[in-house]
């Protein structure tokens, strides 16, 4: 198998990666307390239902408060008891987000969202800081409760208790880089059979979250970015031998992809329609196309590793890491294989356990770590022998940073 050669990718001046560099949640789910730092490239490992997607749909839910509306985002996961940790003494969930900007800039963003009887919630608390760099604040905002406690700009919009602040003051140009970066997260989780049937077609903007306008996507790469379908080709190719071309079929109304093989001894290659293309072509090929998307600030992406073959992890972790030098990417795992591939030099791999109920998220423990650096085990090996735990003592100093809410500025890195 063939890998590309690395590519040195154009430096992006309207993007900085990573994007978020710090997490902080408290009372999402599983989660209970959780304040991670991400790399360009994060992979979190652990075992079914430890509590991996909860992270992941944390942030996803604050870009859908933005993109649709904090009601909207609620709705789509039932009711704000199914947010709400089960078993939280407190009535809110909080996250809280440290975020790199172009220009110098950082940023710390928290929300917290109160459950009320009946199902009903109100925005608790919501702060904003934008810095130039850790010096001086270029615009700020603190609301609670419907109050604006304090405000950067004068004669600021009033606040909706049911609505995040964000969107109300995003026109104004000190909010505006924020609100659009963490509006631009995406989160992937994507079913080989909404990927293998005729889809609809559309702009091709943004791939949903499904892969369900994947064809759309290709075609908009190969007209406006021809460059960056044949390197997402190039990747598949080390994945699926002899493949050569992906292109948009369309189909009446709807449309699929096509796909070129070329087969040892014959001179034309076959073509191929997506529905007959393998589960993990199709699920690479998506998750090849979500990570290099232009414009988005971080893609989240469910166990993209996921019906590949062992041999073919690889390539798949060279492919993610060449797009992270774009956009930074977070993935879920439990495949031995793919660790094998973690470099720890470059990768940041978050180990997440399940306790008593509750969720742990952190680097791996320091014994595992040193027999790493050691190389006397891979990650994948380690995880085989199910040896990758959260390191104690960073869970410890998480618990003590939480021990005061959000909101009280501990989102400061
Ligand atoms: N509101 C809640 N309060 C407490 N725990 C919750 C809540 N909602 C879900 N959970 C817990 O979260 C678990 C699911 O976690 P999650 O989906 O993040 O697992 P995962 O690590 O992604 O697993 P897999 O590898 O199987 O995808 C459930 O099994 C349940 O125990
Ligand atoms: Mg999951």
Not at 336 to 354: C, G, I, M, W, Y
Request: proline share 7%.
């Amino acid at each position: 198998m063939s890998l590309p050669d690395a590519m040195v990718p154009m430096p992006r001046p309207d993007r900085h990666v990573p994007f978020l560099t710090r997490v902080q949640i408290r009372d999402y789910k599983s989660i209970a307390k959780a304040d991670v730092r991400l790399g360009a490239f994060t992979i979190l490992v652990g075992r079914n239902g430890s509590g991996k997607s909860n992270f992941l749909d944390a942030l996803r839910f604050v870009a859908d408060s933005l993109r649709t509306s904090l009601a909207q985002a609620v709705q789509a996961r039932g009711v704000v008891y199914e947010i709400k940790r089960r078993g939280a003494e407190s009535p809110r969930f909080s996250i809280g987000l440290r975020l790199a900007l172009p220009d110098l800039k950082t940023a710390t963003y928290s929300l917290s969202i109160r459950a009320l009887k009946g199902g009903a919630f109100s925005v608790g608390a919501e702060t904003l800081a934008v810095r130039h760099g850790s010096g001086p604040v270029l615009g700020s905002y603190s609301v609670a409760d419907g109050e604006i406690l304090d405000c950067s700009i004068d004669n600021p919009p009033p606040v909706p208790s049911d609505r995040l602040y964000l969107v109300n003051v995003s026109g104004f140009p000190e909010f505006r880089a924020v609100h659009d970066a963490l509006a631009a997260m995406s989160f992937y989780n994507f079913n080989p059979e909404t990927l293998k049937v005729p889809q609809k077609p559309d702009a091709g903007d943004l791939l949903h979250r499904d892969g369900s306008n994947l064809a759309s996507v290709v075609a908009r790469l190969k007209a406006e970015r021809p460059e960056e379908l044949e390197r997402i080709t190039q990747y598949l190719a080390a994945i699926v031998p002899g493949l050569s071309g992906i292109d948009r079929l369309p189909l009446g109304p709807l449309e699929t992809l096509q796909f070129e093989q070329q087969i040892e001894g014959l001179t034309k290659p076959f073509g191929f329609f997506a529905w007959n293309m393998s589960d993990g072509t199709l699920r690479a090929l998506s998750a090849l196309a979500a990570a290099r998307q232009p414009g988005m600030s971080l893609v989240g992406i469910e166990e993209p590793e996921s019906a590949l073959h062992p041999a073919a992890a690889g390539a798949l972790m060279d492919a993610l890491r060449e797009a992270a030098s774009q956009t930074q990417i977070l993935i879920t795992s439990h495949s031995p294989d793919l660790l094998d591939h973690v470099d720890l030099e470059t990768d940041r791999l978050l180990a997440v356990s399940f306790e008593n109920g509750v969720t742990k998220i952190a680097p791996i423990d320091k014994a595992s770590l040193s027999v790493i650096q050691d190389h006397l085990y891979t990650p994948g090996e380690l995880l085989r022998l199910d040896q990758l735990e959260p390191d104690r003592e960073d869970v410890s100093r998480q618990e003590e940073q939480l021990s005061r809410p959000l909101e009280d500025g501990d989102t400061q890195a």
